[in-house]
């Protein structure tokens, strides 16, 4: 399994932009699926997008589609959310996750039982 790592996250007003990263360990990264997830206050966690292992796939909530971007760079065992038009309600701690298995082929909208890793969390506020 990999093990993540996510710096980042902040305070950003409505309508700004914020990038967060996941940083991995381990010399398997590029084997794994990727993903975002988040979770609202009294809210549970949801899926926000995913990513194939090798960047070719992509797949996105409805209700971040079209505003937010999920890359990867492999050669630096990282993974980016680039989220653009950001709204009050996309305010929420983000994990990022690696998928259960190596080369997994599912890209979403994946549950907790496609989850093999998590990272620890970071906050992302949007004021209105």
């Known amino acids: 399994q990999v093990q993540l790592v996510e710096p980042g996250g902040g305070l950003v007003q409505a309508g700004g932009s914020l990038r967060l990263s996941c940083a991995a360990s381990?010399?398997?990264?590029?084997?794994?699926?990727m993903s975002w997830f988040r979770q609202a206050p009294g809210k549970e966690r949801e899926f926000v997008t995913a990513i194939s292992w090798s960047g070719a796939y992509r797949n996105y909530a409805d209700s971040v589609k079209g505003r937010f971007l999920i890359d990867r760079d492999n050669a630096k065992n990282t993974m980016f959310l680039q989220m653009n038009s950001l709204k009050p309600e996309d305010t929420a701690v983000y994990y990022c996750?690696?998928?259960?298995?190596?080369?997994?082929?599912?890209?979403?909208?994946?549950?907790?039982?496609?989850?093999?890793?998590w990272g620890q969390g970071t906050q992302v506020t949007v004021s209105s």
């Open positions: 996750a690696a998928a259960s298995t190596p080369y997994y082929t599912y890209y979403g909208p994946w549950t907790n039982a496609d989850v093999g890793s």
């Open positions: 381990g010399r398997t990264f590029s084997s794994y699926a």
